[in-house]
């Protein structure tokens, strides 16, 4: 079964202090992967989509990198207003389904 | 600007009682969708379009109906709510099926 697992579910840093969140996925035929950021009670905005292992595109303090099993998304010394939720989705198969993770709640304490 | 918008943010309505939320894009995204997003479930789709006069069922389509007479627009309908259909819902387009997606601000529905 298609699957996407986000970790840790929550984290909390200090500002300036730089840590990494895990989305790891098992499909049948990647054809991409979405990185979003979610603030609290809005829609989701899209950071990021990753094609094929080794790939990696960066956004200010954001950086998401991919390889056959999982993508990170770097934050380097993070500030509060990165406090939000990140998304991770996966395009798969012929049908293109959209497999979203749960998210991890990211809140940056000043 | 480019965007989603989606109407009303807020309702309160009566279990039974019909009621329509639009989603209209600016956009002329061919790929439309609803989504429901509740605690520890994440994001769940309802129902998408992938052009005019063509939409299809998503993982939980049950109690929900939609149209798409035009491109721009991709309301959608529930005939008789329900308590379990209280959730926060987001219209998303995008240019294809399968990319990045644009949300909407969301509709936040409670059902009594």
């Known amino acids: 079964e298609d699957q996407v697992t986000q970790s840790p579910e929550a984290l909390r840093l200090q500002e300036g202090e730089s840590s990494s969140l895990n989305c790891s996925y098992t499909?049948?035929?990647?054809?991409?992967l979405f990185w979003y950021r979610q603030d609290p009670g809005k829609g989701p905005e899209f950071l990021f989509t990753?094609?094929?292992?080794?790939e990696e595109k960066e956004k200010e303090r954001l950086k998401a990198t991919l390889t056959k099993k999982e993508s990170f998304l770097h934050i380097t010394a993070p500030k509060p207003e990165d406090s939000a939720t990140y998304l991770c989705?996966?395009?798969?198969?012929?049908?293109?389904?959209?497999?979203w993770g749960l998210g991890t709640s990211l809140a940056v304490n000043p | 600007e480019a965007q989603v918008t989606q109407n009303p943010r807020y309702l309160i309505t009566v279990t039974g009682k019909k009621l329509t939320v639009t989603c209209s894009q600016n956009?002329?995204?061919?790929?439309m969708s609803w989504y429901r997003q509740d605690p520890g479930l994440g994001l769940r789709q309802i129902y998408y379009?992938?052009?005019?006069?063509?939409?299809d069922k998503g993982d939980v389509p049950e109690g929900y109906k939609v149209s798409r007479k035009e491109k721009r627009n991709f309301p959608l309908i529930l005939e008789s709510p329900s308590p379990n259909q209280t959730s926060l819902y987001f219209c998303?387009?995008?240019?294809?099926?399968?990319?990045?997606?644009?949300f909407g601000s969301g509709t936040r529905l409670t059902v009594v």
């Open positions: 998303a387009s995008s240019l294809l099926q399968g990319g990045g997606y644009t």
């Open positions: 956009m002329n995204h061919e790929y």
């Open positions: 379009s992938m052009n005019v006069e063509v939409t």
């Open positions: 499909v049948s035929g990647l054809r991409g």
């Open positions: 990753l094609y094929s292992a080794g």
């Open positions: 989705a996966v395009v798969a198969g012929n049908n293109r389904k959209l497999i």
